[in-house]
């Protein structure tokens, strides 16, 4: 059962008093700053007057599921930083800000006049985060950096698929979620250094080498071997048995006995206590180098039995399996809904609620991760755009006319809700 929540728009959080421009688009920022608003941070994105974060215009069936997940607990203000006069403001904005994240091309910050030197004379505690595919320095600086081109080129997709077929992007935004984890975790890094010394610093933030960092110690195995990585389907290259069997009912389940005594469970389990003392099975080292052989009688077992018979079986042999679950599976599992894994929170999105006849609630995974203390909170729905402008410039003195002539001229934008 999926838990209801509200949003709680006063309740205390840790990082309450912080506050973080996201200039960024689409994936990596706003994953990063996911993490800190959802832990209280005061989030502004700075979105384009005209068409918004590019995250919005993901949509499914009219809808924007990307952006009122990754965009809840955040502001809007939308401000044209092409004209001088968005980049004034942005500037006056910076003054009181602890984070500024942004995700152009390499460079072109410097080129709007918003060098991070001259955003440190204006805040000296700024931390501000670069998110690039390569990185600000090295030949592929200049590079597109989109997520795609870094999963390709990190060895992430040549070691990802079946060995006869050819290599495998991931099914999401891989680099760009691991870069926005990393992410908030260098700000609250930098942001301790802040208040300890009183000065920022830049983070410079690259998708390849967040993917990369995450394969494993694959260079220093080729290094020393000359061994490069080998596509291995649902197989693992360092223990075995580990893979996914059809069983009966044309369900999968998943198994994986990465350790000794777990590969003797499974064994006993499916009937063959005789392949403990197998020569060939022996060892991991053994069963990697016969693994076809070592996985046959698993996946006769699973194959003669449905799915609920063969998990009875391995959970009184407590052998590691599981079902593989397809997401419509996951939300009905009951440890799922008693943890509260996914929430079902306000959808404030009237327009497309309406022309949809969809229900007033959204679902979305809840703050991570669960601290005892201090828990993160859900604090308002993803903003519609420009929602929060007139607040945010009316803190920095933009009011009356000034403001008028800038509504007038495009350069910011009001949310109509």
Not at 129 to 158: D, K, N, W
Not at 240 to 259: G, M, Q
Not at 298 to 327: C, G, H, Q, S, W
Request: one cysteine or more.
């Amino acid at each position: 059962m999926i838990t209801e929540k509200p949003f709680s728009p006063d309740l205390p959080a840790p990082l309450d008093g912080i506050r973080v421009l996201d200039l960024s688009r689409l994936v990596a920022g706003n994953m990063l700053s996911l993490q800190l608003a959802d832990h209280g941070a005061e989030v502004i994105k700075i979105e384009d007057p005209k068409t918004g974060d590019p995250l919005r215009a993901w949509r499914d069936q009219g809808q924007s599921f990307h952006w009122k997940i990754y965009a809840r607990n955040k502001k809007s203000l939308a401000l044209d930083l092409r004209a001088d006069e968005g980049k004034a403001l942005l500037l006056r904005l910076t003054a009181r800000a602890d984070v500024l994240i942004e995700n152009f091309r390499p460079g072109t910050l410097e080129k709007m006049g918003l060098a991070p030197a001259l955003l440190h004379e204006r805040n000296p505690r700024l931390v501000i985060v670069r998110i690039s595919g390569f990185g600000q320095t090295g030949p592929y600086r200049g590079q597109p950096g989109f997520g795609t081109l870094v999963e390709a080129m990190s060895g992430f997709a040549a070691k990802n698929g079946f060995p006869e077929r050819e290599p495998l992007l991931p099914p999401l935004a891989l680099a760009d979620m691991l870069a926005g984890l990393y992410g908030a975790f260098g700000v609250m890094v930098a942001l301790r250094v802040a208040a300890a010394s009183g000065r920022g610093q830049v983070i410079d933030l690259s998708l390849l080498e967040a993917v990369h960092s995450v394969l494993g110690p694959d260079a220093a195995i080729f290094a020393r071997t000359g061994r490069k990585p080998a596509r291995t389907g649902n197989r693992s290259a360092t223990t075995a048995p580990r893979n996914v069997f059809r069983t009966r009912d044309n369900r999968f389940i998943a198994i994986s006995a990465s350790i000794q005594s777990m590969a003797e469970r499974l064994f006993r389990a499916i009937g063959r206590p005789d392949m403990i003392d197998d020569p060939r099975f022996r060892t991991n080292t053994e069963r990697l180098r016969h693994v076809e052989a070592c996985e046959q009688p698993i996946a006769d077992f699973i194959a003669t039995r449905d799915a609920a018979e063969a998990l009875a079986v391995f959970a009184a042999a407590e052998v590691t399996a599981a079902l593989v679950y397809d997401i419509e599976q996951f939300l009905a599992d009951p440890h799922v809904g008693e943890r509260g894994v996914i929430v079902a929170v306000p959808d404030e999105d009237r327009e497309n609620r309406e022309a949809a006849r969809a229900p007033q609630t959204i679902l979305m995974h809840d703050v991570l991760p669960r601290l005892s203390a201090t828990p993160g909170q859900l604090r308002r729905a993803a903003p519609a755009l420009g929602a929060d402008t007139r607040v945010l410039l009316a803190e920095i003195g933009c009011t009356g006319a000034d403001y008028d002539d800038l509504l007038a001229r495009e350069i910011i934008r009001e949310s109509r809700s």
